[in-house]
Nanobody, 126 residues
C-alpha cells in the first residue's frame, strides 16, 4: 500500500524559512517523480517542485532560487527547504507521487500524480 505523510508546516514571518518533510511507504518511495504542490486560498492547486528518478529537479518560477527539493530513497523520504518566504507562499502544501513515467512537460500536472498526502499548512505573515 502506498502512503504519503507531510510534516513541517507552520507559521513564520516574511523572510523566514521552513523545511517540509514527506514520509513515504517503501512502495511509494519508488515512484518515478515525487513532487510538492500547494493550494493557496481560492486558486487551484499548483506545482512547486518536482524531483524525478532521471535525476532532474523542476521548480515553479515563483520559488526558483528560494526552494530546494531533495529525495532520499533509502529513507523513503522527500523534503522541501523553502527560504525567504513571502506572504504569497501561504498555502496548504501537499506531497505527491507519480508511479508512472512523467515527461518533463507534464510534471506540474495534478492528474499525473497517483498518490497524495493530507497536506501541511504554511502561513507566512508580513
Amino acid at each position: 500500500q502506498g502512503y504519503l505523510v507531510e510534516s513541517g508546516g507552520g507559521s513564520v514571518q516574511s523572510g523566514g524559512s521552513l523545511r517540509l518533510n514527506c514520509a513515504a511507504s517503501e512502495y511509494t518511495a519508488s515512484s518515478y517523480c515525487m513532487a510538492w504542490f500547494r493550494h493557496p486560498p481560492g486558486p487551484a492547486r499548483e506545482g512547486v517542485a518536482v524531483v524525478c528518478s532521471d535525476g532532474t529537479t523542476t521548480y515553479a518560477d515563483s520559488v526558483k532560487g528560494r526552494a530546494t527539493i531533495s529525495r532520499e530513497n533509502a529513507k523513503h523520504a522527500m523534503s522541501l527547504q523553502m527560504n525567504s518566504l513571502k506572504p504569497e507562499d501561504t498555502a496548504m502544501y501537499y506531497c505527491a507521487a507519480g508511479l508512472g513515467v512523467i515527461g518533463p512537460a507534464f510534471r506540474f500536472l495534478v492528474t499525473e500524480y497517483n498518490l497524495w498526502g493530507q497536506g501541511t499548512q504554511v502561513t507566512v505573515s508580513s
